[in-house]
C-alpha cells in the first residue's frame, strides 16, 4: 500500500482499512490480516502505557514504538501519530519531529490533529516529502481545552467550521483525513466534498475508510467501550481465563509435567541420584 493506492481507493469505490498497533505481534496480526493502513496512535498512551489521557505520549515513546511495529508491517501503509505539542511550536519544530518518525521509526506517513495554523505544518512536511494524514473532529489532545470526549459539530456553525478545516487541510496537501466522533451526516458530507478519502471513527458508515483502536476491537481494553466500537473479539476474557488455569495449575502442580520437562541421560542421572 502506498499514499497513491489509498487515494484510488476513493475513486474506485473501495473503503480503506485502518487498525492502530503499538508493537510487532500486533502489527504482523494487522498486517497479516491485510489491513490496508496501520496506525501507531498517540492513543499508545491510553491503551498500552496506562495514562489517564494522550498528553503525555512522548515523541521519544512514538518513535520507539514505531520502530517496533516496523518490523511487523510488510504490506500495510505504516502512519505515525506526532505526539501532543510536538508540533505547535514551530514548522521547524514539527519537520524535525516527523523526520524522526519516518527515518528512526520507518512510517511512511505522519497523521496530525487539527487545522488552522496546522495547516500550514501539513503544507511544509509534504512539501519535505512526509505524507500527511489530518485529524478533526473530536482531538484527543485537547482533552484539556474540551472538558472531555464528546461528539464534535454538532451545531451548524461547529459544523460548517469542520468542513472549512477539512477542506483547508485537503488543499494543505493531505492525503487522507481521520474523523473522529463527529455527526454521520457531517460525516458525510465532507466525505462528498473532499478528494481525499476520510477514515472515521465515531464517524458513521458513509466515509471512505474506518479506523479502530485494535485494544478496542479484539475486546483488550477495560472499562466503558463508546458507542462506535464494535468488539470482534473478547481476547482479554480468554487472556484472564488462561492465566487464571495457569496459576491454578502451579498451585495444585499439575503444570509443569515430564513433558515439558528436560532429561540427563539416564546413566548420569543414576550416578547422581546416588
Ligand atoms: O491515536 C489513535 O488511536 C488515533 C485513532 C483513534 C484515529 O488517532
Ligand atoms: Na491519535
Known amino acids: 500500500m502506498t499514499v497513491r493506492t489509498v487515494l484510488e481507493s476513493k475513486q474506485q469505490g473501495r473503503p480503506v482499512v485502518m487498525?492502530?498497533?503499538y508493537d510487532?505481534?500486533?502489527?504482523?496480526?494487522?498486517?497479516?490480516?491485510?489491513?490496508?493502513?496501520?496506525?501507531?496512535?498517540?492513543?499508545?498512551g491510553n491503551v498500552v502505557l496506562g495514562y489517564p489521557s494522550t498528553v503525555f505520549v512522548t515523541l521519544d515513546d512514538m518513535v520507539h514504538h514505531?520502530?517496533?511495529?516496523?518490523?511487523?508491517?510488510?504490506?500495510?501503509?505504516?502512519?505515525a501519530d506526532l505526539p501532543f505539542l510536538t508540533f505547535h511550536l514551530s514548522v521547524d519544530e514539527a519537520l524535525k519531529a516527523a523526520g524522526r518518525l519516518v527515518q528512526e521509526g520507518?512510517?511512511?506517513?505522519?497523521?496530525?490533529?487539527?487545522?488552522?495554523?496546522?495547516?500550514?505544518?501539513?503544507?511544509?512536511?509534504?512539501?519535505?516529502?512526509?505524507p500527511v494524514v489530518g485529524h478533526l473532529g473530536l482531538l484527543p489532545q485537547r482533552v484539556h481545552a474540551l472538558g472531555g470526549y464528546r461528539v464534535q459539530g454538532r451545531d451548524e456553525e461547529e459544523a460548517r467550521r469542520l468542513l472549512d478545516q477539512a477542506l483547508a487541510l485537503e488543499q494543505a496537501g493531505a492525503?487522507?483525513?481521520?474523523?473522529?466522533?463527529?455527526?454521520?451526516?457531517?460525516?458525510a458530507s465532507i466525505t462528498r466534498r473532499l478528494r481525499i478519502?476520510?477514515?472515521?471513527?465515531?464517524?458513521?458508515?458513509d466515509c471512505d475508510g474506518q479506523v479502530l483502536v485494535i485494544h478496542d476491537l479484539l475486546g483488550l481494553t477495560h472499562g466503558r467501550v463508546p458507542r462506535f466500537v464494535r468488539r470482534y473479539a473478547e481476547l482479554g476474557r480468554l487472556a484472564l481465563?488462561?492465566?487464571?488455569?495457569?496459576?491454578?495449575?502451579?498451585?495444585?502442580?499439575?503444570?509443569?509435567?515430564?513433558e515439558h520437562s528436560y532429561h540427563l541421560a539416564p546413566d548420569v542421572a543414576q550416578r547422581l541420584a546416588d
Open 175 to 187: 492525503f487522507a483525513l481521520v474523523l473522529e466522533m463527529v455527526p454521520r451526516e457531517l460525516a
Open 66 to 79: 514505531t520502530k517496533a511495529v516496523r518490523r511487523g508491517v510488510q504490506r500495510a501503509l505504516l502512519v
Open 106 to 130: 520507518g512510517a511512511e506517513a505522519v497523521k496530525l490533529e487539527g487545522a488552522g495554523r496546522v495547516a500550514e505544518v501539513v503544507h511544509r512536511l509534504t512539501e519535505a516529502g512526509i
Open 19 to 21: 487498525v492502530t498497533a
Open 197 to 205: 478519502p476520510t477514515i472515521g471513527i465515531g464517524a458513521g458508515p
Open 24 to 44: 510487532y505481534p500486533f502489527a504482523r496480526l494487522a498486517d497479516a490480516a491485510g489491513v490496508d493502513m496501520i496506525l501507531v496512535g498517540d492513543s499508545l
Open 241 to 258: 481465563e488462561a492465566l487464571q488455569r495457569y496459576a491454578a495449575d502451579v498451585r495444585n502442580r499439575t503444570f509443569p509435567t515430564d
